[in-house]
């Protein structure tokens, strides 16, 4: 296999508070390819977001990271600082927000906020940037792109401006693209057209795509591996169908469980007991074992061995158990 | 948006229509002027031939109405102390008072937006903090302290610095500038400092804050993630969205210093408009009380109309008619 586009190796991320240190991301790894869509789901303060920020370099401080190595396209990343990190982002790593109503610049035009985007990573002229920024709207599917290049963002629907975002993340034709909860804030009619978007653009150009978010479809529909997060930690990865459909973690199998299907009309939902511990009190042993139906004294006491692509951090997983 | 502004001026006549109101109210409460125009040898005649003359018998609305009637033709009347036109003192006078004000304003707003912004950008730096503090003398000591402090160190002290007037004047067509002299320049550093220093410090604790809270935004996030240069995005993208909230401020500001210019110019004996206020209170001479709260509310009422029509430059959000097309 070619070499992974991105590839994260024992990521931990640090926070020092008033009562100690918590790690919203512990011991992480995995790997994203070329032209590959790799999930990262679980609930929120998985630590999703925060290994998210940790490979581009936001890390609101005192966060920092702790441990392990980051690595884009052979260069090791994690330890840039600076105008070297700052020239990464938008040029090799392109980054898509959750709620496209804030994350644009409502006073300055898009067509502005494109070339400005692109001036700053790409040897070209002002006149081939605004060329290129009709281009890149009339590419994310903005209809009368060569006027809509001068409107502001409160002339757009969310739905269009998320795509703008897209468009913005993409512009500087970045070898990574980090969405996260890209559709989360969307109408679910526009959601399945963003995703459908994201991937098209990605799998054209081979960009590698890190898609968080805590919604199982989105997931199903989009990706084509899957990283389940628990407590800071990473339950399980594989490959997408493998995943969802035999489950080897018990706390994967219980998300599965709590997802409402359509075609099973109604009936009581899953409900894993209990919840996701606060990281500053993650249990010895497995994270989960407090929460899990299957822990046994191993489970509270022995660390869990560190996952590798098709793999569950679990003592006991699962041997092809059906979601009911 | 002509149809606002239209709407925005009529406001600002009907505002302007009120503090005159207010304004010749409160007179009839400052004093009689004929006690301070006639002598000790006064008779009753006398007394009562100046009030008809003067019109200060007839009922205060009429009064109103006869003050108006000559303020919309430019016409404010005659000083009771000076026996001159008002317009003509107060036109020979609003030179220095707009001179000062407008040196007071201009670093107020330079100073305060740059220190505002410095402050924001590195809010846990080791100068920042100094500034933040030091900034709190600005806000609370009061301004006459600051120009007698001056006054003490640079004037009597050092001996650098004037104490009082305006240096040496150049009358360029009616207006008389201290811009064109050594000694008119040098007159203008003292007043102008402590007339503008609280506004300064006033524009740069809000700016900063303003900006703290900007930068705190998902687009300020974004235009990071995309790599832009700090200075791209602390003035770019944080300091315009800052701009908004806080040219408010600084209109209300500007008119404010030409207001507290009173005790600028009365510290330092500056022959500007606010001095006359003063010295005609003393006196009662109500006709260039009058023009002098008149002229003051036009620019207040100026000030704000123009900062109304400034927001639609900078912010597209407000340019409602604009055929975006959606």
Sequence with gaps: ???????????????????????????????????????????????????????????????????GEIW????????????????????????????????????????????????????????????????????????????????????????????????????????????????????????????????????????????????????????????????????????????????????????????????QGKRRLHQIPGAM?????????????????????????????????????CWYPLVDEKVI | MLAYIIRRVGQSALVLLIVGLVAFAMFRFVGDPIDNMLGQERTAEDIERLRSQLGLDQPFVVQYYKFLEGAVQGNFGVSYRQGRPVAEILLERAPATLELAMVSGVLAILFGIALGVFTAIRRDGVLANAIMSASLIGVSLPTFLIGILLIYLFSVELGWLPSFGRGETVDLGGWTTGFLTESGLKALILPSITLGLYQMTLIMRLVRSEMLEVLRQDYIRFARARGLRDRAVNFRHALKNTMVPVITVIGLQLGAIIAFAIITETVFQWPGVGLLFINAVQFVDI????????????????????????????????????????
Aim: with cysteine; net charge neutral; proline share 7%.
């Design chain 1, 72 to 263: 884009l396209n052979g260069q090791r990343i994690d330890h840039l600082k600076g105008d070297a990190m700052r020239r990464l982002r938008g040029k090799e790593i392109g980054m898509v927000f959750q709620d496209p109503l804030t994350s644009l610049n409502p006073l300055l035009r898009i067509g502005d906020q494109l070339t400005e985007t692109m001036l700053t990573h790409l040897p070209i002229s002002r006149a081939e940037a605004e060329k290129r920024a009709v281009a890149a709207l009339e590419e994310v599917g903005i209809p009368g792109a060569a006027e809509r290049v001068n409107s502001y963002p409160h002339e757009f629907s969310g739905g269009m401006r998320q795509r703008v975002v897209i468009a913005l993340a993409l512009c500087a034709e970045p070898s990574l693209v980090i969405a996260d909860e890209p559709t989360t804030a969307l109408d679910v009619s526009v959601q399945a057209q963003i995703i459908a978007l994201l991937r098209r653009l990605c799998r054209d150009r081979g960009t590698a795509v890190m898609l968080i978010t805590h919604d199982m479809g989105v997931i199903a529909e989009a990706t084509d591996r899957v990283a389940v997060m628990y407590a800071g930690r990473l339950a399980e990865l594989g490959p997408v169908r493998d995943v969802l459909t035999h489950p080897q973690h018990p706390y994967t199998h219980g998300l599965m469980a709590s997802t409402p299907l359509a075609s």
């Design chain 2, 287 to 326: 006709p260039v009380m009058a023009a002098y709260l008149m002229l003051i509310s036009v620019m207040f009422v100026g000030i704000n109309l123009l900062v109304d029509i400034l927001y639609f430059f900078i912010d597209p959000r407000l340019r409602v008619d604009r055929s975006g097309g959606h």
């Design chain 1, 277 to 313: 511990p606060r990281l500053d009190a993650v249990p010895d042993g497995c994270a989960f074992n407090p929460r899990c139906p299957h822990a046994t004294d191993k489970c509270r006491q022995a660390p869990v061995p560190r996952v590798s692509n098709g793999q569950a951090a």
């Design chain 1, 1 to 67: 296999m070619a070499d992974p586009v991105l590839s994260i190796r024992d990521l931990s991320v640090e926070i020092p508070t008033r009562h100690g240190i918590v790690r919203p991301v512990d011991g992480v790894s995995y790997d994203i390819q070329a032209g590959e869509i790799l999930g990262i789901v679980g609930e929120s303060g998985a630590g999703k977001s925060m290994a998210g920020n940790a490979v581009i370099g936001l890390l609101n401080p005192p966060a920092h990271i702790s441990k």
